[in-house]
């Protein structure tokens, strides 16, 4: 994706200078798919955005829901992460059927892999509706995309 000033490569990099300090408790961090935390924490964030990532006139929100669900729990996958639970935060225009058919999705999501959302977020948002999903997995090691395991 390019954004009006720089490509999306180039904006994570000038964002984790800004908020990435590094601390003991990180194996891995900013620059794979998932963070992978000392003691086996594996935390992976995916967001997906009406108009932007899904559109409700092409797929239903039950199903936008699945697919980000999916996303996040295919960045632990590709880490070699075994998917303990869900954490999804949504932001909806003032309908609130739109905000129970996106977590239904994004429960099927989990459902597939045997997790449960534990917790989350919701607001009222004027714009597109947002779909925000942790995923929350344990490793002893990850592979990187680079290959290497850590």
């Not at 936008?64 to 999916?70: S, V």
């Not at 632990?76 to 999705?105: C, F, H, I, N």
């Amino acid at each position: 994706m390019r954004y009006d000033f720089v490509d999306e490569a180039e904006l994570v990099r000038r964002l984790v200078s800004i908020g990435w300090r590094g601390s003991r408790a990180v194996r891995l961090g900013p620059g794979d798919d998932a963070a992978f935390l000392r003691g086996g924490l594996v935390l992976s964030t995916d967001l997906a955005i009406e108009g932007v990532h899904f559109r409700l006139d092409w797929i239903s929100p039950v199903e936008a829901g699945f697919r980000a669900g999916a996303a996040a729990l295919s960045d632990l996958a590709a880490m070699g992460a075994k998917p303990e639970a869900l954490l999804v935060s949504l932001a909806v225009r003032g309908d609130p059927t739109l905000a129970l058919e996106l977590q239904r999705g994004v429960r099927a999501a989990g459902d597939r892999v045997g997790v449960a959302i534990i917790g989350g977020d919701v607001s009222r948002s004027p714009g597109p509706a947002v779909v925000d999903v942790v995923a929350v997995g344990r490793a002893r090691t990850v592979v990187t995309r680079g290959g290497a395991e850590v």
